[in-house]
């Protein structure tokens, strides 16, 4: 119950993060929004923004570990069952890297939608402002 909380504290963390940045542009001015937008997604496609404090070096060891106990045990025509911790730490990561994804493809559509935006407005013709009639 205490992972789960913590889980839903960071996905809140998460979401306001990825809301800020997205109104930090808006709130720029001047600046292009969608180059903001792109560099805030590039950045979110590093693979550091993916692994880094999601996969430690003990799930990389506990992977490795059953990895080399399924080949010896395939050698001599047996099946390892995977560990229990694989299992636990497995559905952790992969709901993490479900609510980066979910982030990441929000941004992304942030990006597409604030690039369309900008060919419409250029594709419109000039308009001299109407005069208003008496």
């Known amino acids: ?49 993916w692994l880094g404090g999601r996969v430690t070096e003990s799930d990389v060891e506990l992977l490795f570990a059953y990895l080399k106990a399924s080949l010896a045990a395939a050698s001599q025509g047996r099946e390892v069952p995977v560990p229990e911790e694989l299992n636990r730490r497995a559905e952790a990561i992969g709901r993490e890297f479900q609510t980066h994804g979910m982030l990441t493809g929000l941004l992304l559509l942030h990006v597409l939608e604030a690039r369309t935006k900008e060919l419409v407005r250029e594709a419109q013709p000039d308009r001299e402002p109407s005069i208003p009639r008496p």
């Open 1 to 49: 119950m205490q992972e789960r909380a913590v889980m839903n504290a960071r996905r809140l963390v998460a979401v306001t993060g990825l809301m800020l940045a997205l109104a930090s542009p808006t709130m720029a001015g001047d600046k292009d929004p969608a180059a903001e937008y792109e560099a805030l997604l590039e950045q979110m496609m590093t693979p550091q923004a």
